[in-house]
């Protein structure tokens, strides 16, 4: 059984930084994609980033956390990053963590990923 286990979230004031993981078990091939999504109260939930690893490493981010929040993975530990620095009060969010995109399913979606974790609070006061 697949397992996704987010960690790292916390309370910081604007301009400071937190650093999420990500780790994912019980599965025996390669995850094609894993991002990270954020959701607000009353609001949708959102792509935020996602980290591809079939026939190479890419990365993807939306527009509002380019240049300030950074995705990568950690293969050995089968853990996956978000690095966020320069938060701003409107990151604050619930962070969630998926894995394994469908076939032929876009990153920004998220009825498209199979695993998701529960969830850790990110919260930035200004």
């Known amino acids: 059984q697949v397992q996704v286990v987010e960690s790292g979230g916390g309370s910081v004031q604007a301009g400071g930084s937190l650093r999420l993981s990500c780790a994912a078990s019980g599965y025996t091939y390669s995850m094609n994609c894993m991002g990270w999504f954020r959701q607000a109260p009353g609001k949708e939930r959102e792509a935020v980033a996602a980290?591809?690893?079939?026939?190479?490493?890419?990365?993807y981010y939306t527009d509002s956390v380019k240049g300030r929040f950074t995705i990568s993975q950690d293969n050995a530990k089968n853990t996956v990053y978000l690095q966020m620095n320069n938060l701003k009060p409107e990151d604050t969010a619930m962070y969630y963590c998926?894995?394994?995109?469908?076939?032929?399913?876009?990153?920004?979606?998220?009825?498209?990923?199979?695993?998701w974790g529960q969830g850790t609070q990110v919260t930035v006061s200004s």
């Open positions: 998926a894995a394994d995109l469908i076939f032929g399913g876009s990153w920004l979606s998220p009825y498209e990923y199979n695993y």
């Open positions: 980290i591809y690893t079939d026939g190479g490493i890419s990365t």
